[in-house]
């Protein structure tokens, strides 16, 4: 061990030369040998002067440790300044942490993550991370913001050392990779193999390897790393929840935000949305809905510029595709990763002899070495050895087997049984979940107890994640395939699917029907999204027609606010296919198809499911849902245009629900026939309805409808030229929708606020804000309803009554860069959009 390294809390400081190839080009061997020579001792002595210890030297990249952040700030800065005269120019990346100092160097992802943050920088550029900032104060650093790194970390603060302007920095942008619970480790080689098929113009480049072989870990990687010369953005598509082929072409439409046009097949709008586009897609585990998803990938192709990075146990077998079959480690990267994995559960594990023959004997599988690693708090690595040997040798004998799968296959069964009765039962109940779960849904549905679950925690069978709603259990896909085994061995598994089943309907039925929709609801379905799919996709296999016509009608608010038009559509049609008896639940689906139809402007079919469910709560004797469906009749009418048609299913709807005391569902119906009146040409009657909704919402502290009624407010305060009061009624029911989260309307009132901004003669912010949301919908797949559509249009033609083509030309483009936040800012006034009409 190097006695001289600091230890404890230690500053870490990375250079790296930009342009070396191009500098020994330009200058020639000598002077670029002289220049760098120089670079070199001006780096060696400012960092000695502040206290530095060099590490490691590799080319003409520095690593140095420090004892305290404004030794380490100081001596970036001295040799900064020193080269800046010179030819060579050096990015810098500061980074504090706590790492363990072994006798192989210091050990942790802080020595990562400052490498990455050098990396991320320009030449002549300091960067210093959250952590150095804190130690060293502001004076002289400026705040660049959050930043992705190429490690796939979550975003940190990155701040610079002086005020000179740089380019942006090489960080991840336009992207939903996920962030992996674990450093990428290894895999130098390979890596740069995949990144270098990716950015010489490979289409479509398959990732094939039997489960374990970390095809997943090293795609995401290599699509961060390649991530710069995909300037439209990096997305990641998860197929493995998914058991229906046709989500494949949703599910990616989900990813990139595309909407889908009515009467346009979705393969021909995202074919449409790839072209002439520099995107990158990983579409990750499509191997179990082959070869149907094979054909959706095909369909692809036609893209111009765009390119698809997929994993999968076998190729798929379509013109144009580029195979890379992962290999296993390479010896020293096995090693590395068990010691990772190691050093995790005890940070003074040291390694031995019997670490290299363990990951040889594991085939070098990156999966198999996590799972023995797991057991060092256990076994010793003898122990370790001796034991997975004597279970690899019993399936040795089945030849025509790929051996890694084999290899695999052993570990994981020789895992399963060391473990407990309980932890076993446990084990194989957990396969019932698709895409993770809760704590609370492992105890009722698969009764875990906290000490049985955290022990495959810690056994790395079960994995734990982070998330805005609390911590979410899963397992990787090739250790849930072995559990799904298991379970169907038990005798259980009929019985935890029920369990399952129930559970996920009583959390979608949890928001009463008769109640406006929370954030907190929705969030929640979300995130269970793929649990909910799993029980419809078995109950519809089962024909048990009733439970899916209960789930998918509970479901369907969700596929309204968060945009899941399509798939909603479709699982509501699937679900009244599999049982046409007179039932409430096929009622209460029916109305949600009629929701569904108008968001995806099919205005034909939702009268046609609205029509049906008043005869199905008329047979049932429903008063509720005999309003309802009369409600949803003129509410098909209202968003298609035709008011006259509306008016009176609106008004006969109002005095049911009335009659009933259902003053939640009155309020709807009020805002709609306000909307229905003024259209109508009685402008007196729609502002005595709206400011009758608008009391009662503010009475009674409803949200949603106050936001609804403050829309009313802000149009009829704008077409009586009362610019202010509609300024402030659209303002106040933005921040509602802000603060809901419900992204269509939020969309609705930038729109409302362009059209008085437009009134009041401010263009180019009626330019921007208009721009921003029709932008917005675009790229959150969101269909913009035809009554905004009618309005947009009109705030156009008054916009360019006071703006020159070029000025527009100018607003629009500015308000289409606008981020969703940066565009309620504007609409708000928090933020200056660029002021009056010429």
């Known amino acids: 061990m190097r006695h001289d390294l600091p230890s404890g809390t230690v500053t870490f400081l990375f250079t790296d030369v930009e342009g070396s190839t191009k500098l020994l080009h330009s200058l020639g061997a000598q002077a670029y040998a002289d220049a760098l020579a120089e670079h070199r001792r001006a780096i060696r002595a400012a960092c000695t002067a502040g206290g530095g210890v060099e590490v490691d030297t590799q080319g003409d990249a520095f690593f140095f440790a420090f004892p305290t952040a404004p030794g380490a700030i100081a001596a970036a800065s001295a040799f900064s300044e020193a080269l800046s005269s010179g030819p060579i120019s050096v990015r810098v990346g500061l980074h504090t942490g706590t790492p363990l100092l072994t006798e192989e160097g210091y050990v942790g992802g802080d020595v990562h993550r400052a490498a990455r943050i050098a990396a991320a920088g320009h030449g002549g550029q300091v960067l210093v991370s959250a952590a150095t900032a804190v130690l060293v104060g502001a004076d002289g650093l400026r705040d660049l913001g959050e930043h992705r790194l190429k490690d796939l970390a979550a975003a940190e603060r990155i701040h610079q050392l002086g005020g000179i302007e740089f380019p942006p920095l090489k960080s991840l942008y336009r992207t939903n990779l996920p962030v992996p619970a674990t450093p990428f480790l290894g895999r130098v080689a390979e890596l740069a193999d995949v990144v270098g098929l990716l950015t010489d113009g490979t289409r479509l480049l398959t990732l094939t390897g039997p489960g374990g072989t970390g095809k997943t870990r090293l795609a995401l990687q290599a699509a961060a790393e390649a991530s710069e010369s995909f300037p439209d953005g990096v997305f990641w598509v998860p197929l493995a929840p998914l058991r229906d082929p046709e989500l494949v072409l949703p599910s990616l439409a989900r990813a990139l935000a595309v909407a889908e046009e009515p009467g346009t097949p979705l393969e021909k709008t995202l074919v449409a949305h790839l072209s ?73 594990f040291a390694t031995t002899p019997a670490v290299d023959q363990l990951c040889a004997r594991l085939d070098e599988l990156p999966l198999a070495i996590e799972l023995a690693a797991a057991r060092t708090a256990v076994f010793s690595v003898e122990q370790l050895l001796d034991r997975i040997s004597q279970r690899l040798d019993l399936l040795r004998g089945d030849r025509d087997a790929d051996p890694r799968q084999q290899t695999l296959r052993a570990t994981i069964e020789w895992s399963y049984e060391l473990l407990s009765k309980d932890e076993q039962r446990l084990f194989a109940r957990l396969a019932v979940f698709v895409g993770g779960c809760t704590y609370e849904a492992t105890q009722d549905i698969a009764g875990a107890d906290p000490d049985t679950l955290q022990s495959l925690l810690d056994k790395s069978i079960v994995r734990k994640r982070d998330t805005d709603l609390g911590p979410r259990y899963w397992m990787l896909e090739t250790i849930r395939e072995y559990a799904s085994e298991r379970l169907e061995a038990s005798g259980d598994q009929e ?25 907190e609801w929705l969030d929640r379905m979300e995130i269970e999204h793929d649990n909910v799919r799993a029980a419809l996709e078995r109950a519809l296999a089962a024909g048990d027609g009733q439970f899916a016509l209960q789930l998918s009608g509970a479901m369907w608010r969700l596929w309204a606010v968060r945009g899941y038009h399509a798939e909603g559509m479709t699982r509501l049609e699937q679900a009244l296919a599999c049982d046409e008896r007179v039932t409430a639940a ?70 049911r629900f009335s009659a009933l005391g259902a003053e939640f569902d009155a309020q709807i119906v009020l805002f709609n026939l306000s909307w229905a009146y003024e259209e109508l040409g009685d402008i007196e009657r729609a502002r005595e309805v709206a400011e009758e909704m608008l009391t009662y919402a503010r009475t009674t502290g409803s949200v949603r409808n106050l936001a609804f009624a403050l829309d009313l407010t802000s149009t009829h305060a704008r077409d009586a030229g009362r610019l202010e009061d509609a300024f402030d009624a659209a303002r106040e029911g933005l921040q509602i929708r802000r603060d809901e989260g419900d992204i269509q309307h939020i969309l609705d009132s930038v729109s409302r606020l362009a059209a008085i901004h437009a009134c009041a003669s401010r263009g180019r912010t009626a330019a921007q804000l208009l721009s921003s949301s029709v932008h917005l919908h675009e ?40 981020s969703l936040d940066e565009a309620i800012a504007l609409a708000l006034g928090e933020a200056d959009g660029g002021g009056a009409a010429a």
């Open 495 to 519: 019985d935890v699917r029920r369990r399952h089943a129930e559970h996920f309907l009583a959390l979608a039925e949890s928001l009463p029907r008769d109640t406006e929709v929370s954030r």
């Open 586 to 655: 096929r009622a209460y689906a029916l109305t949600g198809a009629v929701a569904s139809a108008v968001d995806l402007r099919e205005y034909e079919h939702g009268r046609s499911y609205a029509e049906e469910a008043l005869v199905l709560y008329s047979a049932l004797g429903d008063e509720w849902g005999i309003a309802r469906a009369t409600f949803f009749q003129g509410f098909v009418a209202v968003e298609s245009g035709d008011f006259e048609r509306a008016q009176r299913p609106l008004e006969e709807a109002l005095k």
């Open 779 to 818: 790229e959150r797949g969101i269909l913009v309803p035809r009554y905004q559509e009618e309005r947009n249009g009109l705030t156009i033609e008054l916009i360019r009554t006071g703006l020159d083509e070029d000025t527009f030309a100018e607003a629009w483009q500015a308000g289409a860069s606008l």
């Open 276 to 348: 002439h586009k520099s995107l990158l897609l990983l579409l990750d585990n499509v191997e179990h809905l082959l070869p149907s998803a094979a054909e959706h990938v095909a369909a692809l192709r036609a893209t111009n510029g765009s390119c698809l990075l997929v994993t999968s146990r076998e190729r798929l077998r379509i013109g144009g595709e580029q195979t890379w079959p992962v290999p296993p480690l390479a010896d020293e990267d096995g090693t590395e990763l068990f010691l990772a994995r190691a050093r995790a559960i005890d940070p003074a």
